[in-house]
């Protein structure tokens, strides 16, 4: 019985009567759409609950005293029940400051000692890390922060030095300049400890010269072969038209040869603008390079609950048995923007938003869902399960295109109380635009586990949030005794307020047996440690050579073959459906996930 059961008993003699008070004590669950403050547990609450409790149990002991002095109200049994009510107060005081001498204290400082255990204890070799299109927004916004991260967290030395490459002149010194004003206007930059920004700038470098010459790559191998280490990571924060170039480049000063030490290359999606281009690229870049060397980056894998997704799925044997078609009605995956081009029309009337988003990201997290369970200690093990699952996704043919997919355009509309432009009024963009801001699509995984599981996948810009989320929902009880019951849901909250959740039906309160939806819900935050930023983690993997979070060949080869027939139905044909920008896309939408089935309210 809780102290809260016991509470209620003791004032009105049934549990019945403070059943609400005890239903708000108790229960930790919370329905969908009721925001609530969740403290963040840490060595210190922990502390002050304890002796916030062992006060508590103070005023006990006066009661006994009282009992056994006559001054109370009791008789013999009430100062024996008093007695023995201070002994057991005592008792639980002396285990809580037991606990609490357990539990460690929040130094002064501020650190957390919960954010060690987030930390991997192992840095890398020496090595040079080479950032190509340095000055770049992708470098200014995500690398840079999360080079320095590492640094700063004792996860890079002094060993590991950055050159920077760029096509703008200026010396190492103005370099370094310009990299201390983009960690600081950064918003993904960790809290600057004091002498860290000074020690990290003293590991900086940069060359400039035009990536199509070959001048800038002899002055790399120069900078390389003066460090006294033969390990390099090129990192190609670049187009992709300039892919092949760097390659080349690289090769033709023999920086692709692992023969005194190891050579890596990282490339940014997207990897192709379709099928035969990504073989083209591939046969381009395997001229000089092992597959072994490439890794293809895609930042959502280094996120935290990505990877606590697998976490979940197989650290748990309770959800195993239950994570296959006999329980599981469908699977939806959202990953929703509530931004537009951001000046990058250029980029996205290029791309779209089947190669931007749906090619890469979405099936990434469609496989880590539905993969089978890894061999441990390989990291191609990983991807081979991937692999698998890819494999086993029919190909979309262009006449099925409009039968299992949605595209829609964003129009002008209201978001955050502000009108806003429709894509085809932004700068840049081509009159008469048919490029798809908008996707959902229906898939199944043909095999054993999956056969007749729906996937539904979504993803556009302008909608009302900014939120990505896998939620797997189960089937409904085959036999209900209780009408309208909902369906039971696991979703994984990426991001934001990253963590998971667990929807499922409680009796309320009360005489009626009436069932309410409730939520069990973990969130990241609880930990009291900032996450680490996706790229922190997957730099981290590159330079210690694990490579289970960087899709291989196979994986991209197979996730172009998935959506192929979309890009040759829909390129140029047709015509692309409007949504009102801060709504979640098309009608159309709505009716493809059919049936008594409905998109959920993220």
Not at 191 to 212: H, M
Request: hydrophobic residues 35%; neutral net charge.
């Amino acid at each position: 019985m809780t102290p809260a059961s016991k509470k209620s008993v003791s004032k009105s003699g049934t549990a019945q009567a403070d059943q609400p008070a005890k239903a708000d004590k108790a229960v930790k669950a919370k329905s969908p759409g009721t925001k609530q403050a969740k403290p963040k547990v840490t060595p210190a609450s922990r502390q002050t609950k304890a002796t916030a409790k062992s006060t508590a149990a103070s005023p006990t002991k006066s009661k006994a005293k009282r009992a056994a002095t006559g001054k109370g109200e009791g008789d013999g049994k009430t100062v024996k029940k008093a007695e023995a009510k201070a002994a057991k107060g005592a008792g639980i005081h002396a285990e809580q400051e037991t606990l609490a001498q357990k539990t460690p204290p929040v130094p002064a400082s501020g650190h957390n000692p919960f954010r060690d255990v987030m930390r991997r204890h192992a840095a890398p070799e020496p090595a040079t890390l080479v950032v190509f299109g340095v000055t770049g927004d992708l470098a200014r916004r995500k690398l840079l922060p999360a080079i320095f991260g590492l640094f700063q967290g004792g996860l890079l030395s002094s060993a590991v030095e950055l050159l920077g490459v760029g096509r703008q002149e200026m010396s190492s010194g103005e370099f370094r300049q310009f990299v201390a004003e983009a960690l600081r206007e950064s918003s993904e930059t960790d809290e600057i400890e004091e002498g860290s920004l000074a020690s990290f700038l003293e590991t900086l470098a940069y060359r400039s010269g035009d990536l199509a010459g070959e001048q800038v790559y002899a002055d790399i191998r120069e900078f390389c072969e003066g460090r006294g280490t033969s390990n390099a990571l090129f990192y190609l924060s670049l187009p992709p038209s300039l892919f092949i170039t760097v390659s080349d480049g690289l090769a033709g000063q023999g920086l692709h040869e692992q023969t005194d030490g190891w050579r890596r290359l990282v490339i940014e999606k997207p990897f192709g603008r379709d099928l035969e281009s990504a073989r083209e690229l591939q046969a381009r870049l395997t001229r000089h390079w092992q597959e072994s060397q490439i890794y293809r980056i895609d930042h959502y894998l280094g996120k935290e609950t990505v990877q606590n997704l697998l976490a979940i799925r197989f650290g748990n044997a309770i959800f195993e048995p239950l994570w296959n078609r006999n329980l599981i009605d469908h699977v939806q995956i959202t990953a929703a923007e509530d931004l537009g081009l951001e000046g990058r029309a250029g980029y996205y009337e290029e791309a779209g938003v089947v190669r931007d988003m749906l090619q890469n990201h979405l099936l990434q997290l469609l496989a880590l869902t539905a993969m089978e369970p890894p061999a441990p200690g390989s990291p191609d093990a990983l991807r081979d399960e991937k692999a698998k699952v890819f494999q086993a996704i029919g190909r979309i043919t262009p006449e099925k295109a409009d039968e299992v997919a949605v595209r829609g355009q964003y129009a002008a509309g209201t978001l955050y109380g502000e009108r806003l432009s429709g894509y085809q009024d932004e700068e840049g963009v081509a009159e008469g635009s048919r490029t798809a801001t908008y996707i959902a699509v229906r898939l199944e995984v043909d095999n054993w586990r999956w056969q007749g599981v729906p996937f539904f996948l979504r993803t556009g810009k302008r909608l009302p949030k900014k939120v990505t989320e896998i939620a797997v929902v189960f089937k409904r009880p085959p036999l209900s005794i209780f009408p309208n019951v909902e369906r039971n849901v696991l979703a994984f909250r990426i991001q934001p307020d990253e963590g998971v959740s667990l929807k499922l039906s409680s009796k309320t309160p009360g005489q009626e047996m009436e069932l309410r939806e409730v939520v069990m819900d973990f969130r990241y935050d609880a930990f009291g440690a900032p996450l680490e930023s996706p790229y922190s983690r997957l730099l981290l993997d590159a330079l210690t050579g694990d490579a289970s979070l960087f899709p291989r060949e196979e994986e991209v080869m197979e996730s172009w073959r998935i959506v192929q027939g979309l890009l040759d139905a829909w390129e140029g044909q047709g015509q692309t459906e409007r949504y009102t920008s801060g709504t979640w896309g098309p009608d159309a939408a709505d009716e493809l996930i059919g049936e008594d089935r409905r998109w959920r309210r993220l």
